[in-house]
């Protein structure tokens, strides 16, 4: 077992299903399909290059990222790999994860105020089988204070998310406003990954 290769339960097949593999280090995910009653056998998170290209359009991005992950996880050939990725969008612009505070501050600034898109592409594979769904949902973020984006600069939950914050945090009190799927805002939509898993051979519904 590598380093990258963390066991979350016994490992194995268990009463003949496959095995679950997830391709992601967010602890979020993994909460989030604790939920669905999900715990995967591994969590691979795989190492790739999440520039944007040029001129990239935030849909075909977000879901070239996931299924780039997807792709590069180890997996044996009966394994489902589960990955996902999550982009802010203003327009067609790409916000992803802020390198300090200070781009942290600079993308909450430019969310104020307005409306921004959230999208999550979750990809499932399974040998040479891949299912793609992507959930493109919306966002408002009250234009902030100085007293509000300093104290939540000051909290350092913008580390490691795209556009800075993450809505499953403080940065809830800063957010009136959505449209679409919470659970993909956080960064795995729940009931596009049930299916999902479920037409890879998963048993969602069936006990083991």
Avoid at 48 to 69: F, T
Avoid at 78 to 92: F, K, N
């Amino acid at each position: 077992m590598t380093a990258a290769d963390v066991r979350v339960d016994g490992g194995g097949q268990d009463g003949g299903r496959p095995r679950l593999i997830l391709g992601s280090a967010s602890p979020r995910r993994l909460d989030l399909l604790a939920v669905l009653g999900v715990v995967p056998d591994a969590v691979r998170p795989p190492d790739i290059d999440e520039d944007p290209r040029p001129r990239e359009l935030p849909r075909p991005y977000v879901e070239r990222i996931a299924q780039a992950k997807a792709a590069a996880v180890q997996a044996d050939a009966d394994d489902i790999v589960l990955c996902a990725d999550t982009t802010v969008a203003v327009g067609r612009r790409i916000l992803g994860k802020p390198a300090d505070a200070g781009e942290a501050a600079a993308m909450l600034t430019l969310l104020g105020g307005r409306r921004h898109r959230v999208l999550t592409a979750v990809v499932v594979r399974r040998g040479a089988r891949v299912w793609l769904r992507t959930v493109d949902s919306t966002v408002a973020m009250k234009r902030l204070s100085d007293a509000e984006l300093n104290g939540y600069l000051a909290t350092g939950d913008w580390r490691g998310k795209a556009g800075a914050y993450g809505i499953q945090g403080p940065a809830a009190a800063l957010i009136p406003w959505m449209a679409g799927s919470h659970s993909a805002i956080v960064g795995l939509p729940l009931a596009e990954t049930a299916q999902l898993l479920a037409a890879a051979g998963w048993p969602m519904w069936r006990p083991e």
